[in-house]
């Protein structure tokens, strides 16, 4: 039966969520019931394909990620897949009628990755559009479900979200980014000499971007509200430890939350939730 073969396809998303994200996993295991098995679906692609251009060394990783971009084209085309993943991700893409273009932005950011690229400001917004702040308007497709002129309001703050948590992540990164994988998105910033009042300036920048997403945040249906604003909170509580942290810190080991931490920061969101004091 197909029907077993499509359960099988969005458990192995879920799995792959779980494997990756704690704080994910929680945000999404919060969501209405209904909407969970597609943003699991989103989350499983995503991180396929950021995979192969993070993870696999020693591997052909533009063929790799070739073979998905042909492999995404066909099951979209033929409305099936054998890849599990692949086969969650095309039937939430038909179901929640997801722009292709979202995912076209996407995998172009991620043939970024397999380039020694020289960031100046234009390039690192285009490949934050297509990192980070698509994967929030996919979401927000689904969260949305169907309503566009909700999908069109709520835009702008899904867009800053998602680029708050991609450059959270690139300050969480820095050292295996810059000193593993040779890469540095920050424009126009010389690593050498990579101190405090610059990682200042890019904070600054990411506190004001979580300040436009929490407006957003707020009008969200109620079927992902509180899901949104758990992962919200989550990279919240990770964005105030990095800032605690000097740039040399930063530099020299990877910022993680631990887990009795994320409970902290799980109960306490819920409290201010169900006080309306977000």
């Known amino acids: ?19 990756y ?16 098995s597609a943003v699991y679906a989103i989350y499983g692609y995503v991180r396929l394909a950021d995979e192969i251009v993070d993870s696999f060394h020693g ?13 995404t084209q066909n099951a979209l085309e033929e409305k099936i897949s054998l890849n599990p993943i692949l086969q969650s991700f095309q039937e939430t893409v038909h179901k929640y009628q997801i722009d ?15 380039q020694k690229i020289d960031y ?19 979401c927000l497709q689904v969260f949305t479900e169907g309503n566009k002129e909700k ?3 709520l835009k702008p703050y899904a867009m800053k979200l998602g680029s708050a948590f991609q450059k959270i992540n690139f300050l969480r990164d820095l050292n295996d980014d810059y000193l593993i994988l040779g890469r540095t998105y920050f424009p ?3 690593m050498d000499v990579f101190d405090n009042s610059v990682k200042d300036k890019i904070e600054q920048e990411i506190e004001q971007e979580f300040k436009e997403a929490l407006i957003g945040i707020k ?29 040399k810190e930063i530099l020299n080991s990877r910022i993680r939350v631990p887990d009795f931490q994320k409970g902290y920061v799980a109960l306490s969101s819920y409290v201010r939730f169900k006080m309306n004091c977000l």
Request: no cysteine; aromatic share 12%; hydrophobic share 35%.
């Open 1 to 19: 039966m197909k029907q077993l073969f499509d359960e099988l396809s969005y458990s192995v998303s879920k799995i792959t969520t779980q494997k």
């Open 21 to 36: 994200s704690t704080s994910f996993s929680l945000g999404i295991l919060v969501l209405k019931p209904s909407i969970r």
């Open 59 to 71: 591997y052909d990783k533009e063929k790799l990620l070739n073979r998905l971009k042909v492999e």
């Open 100 to 114: 292709k273009k979202l995912i076209e932005q996407f995998l172009h950011s991620m043939e970024m990755d397999l």
């Open 120 to 138: 100046n400001s234009e390039l690192y917004n285009e490949y934050i559009h297509g990192s980070a702040e698509v994967v929030g308007l996919m």
């Open 151 to 153: 999908y069109e309001e």
């Open 188 to 190: 126009n910033i010389d």
């Open 219 to 247: 009008k969200l249906p109620a079927s992902s509200l509180f899901g949104v604003y758990l992962a919200y909170n989550y990279y919240l509580s990770l964005f105030k430890k990095i800032k605690r942290k000097s740039s």
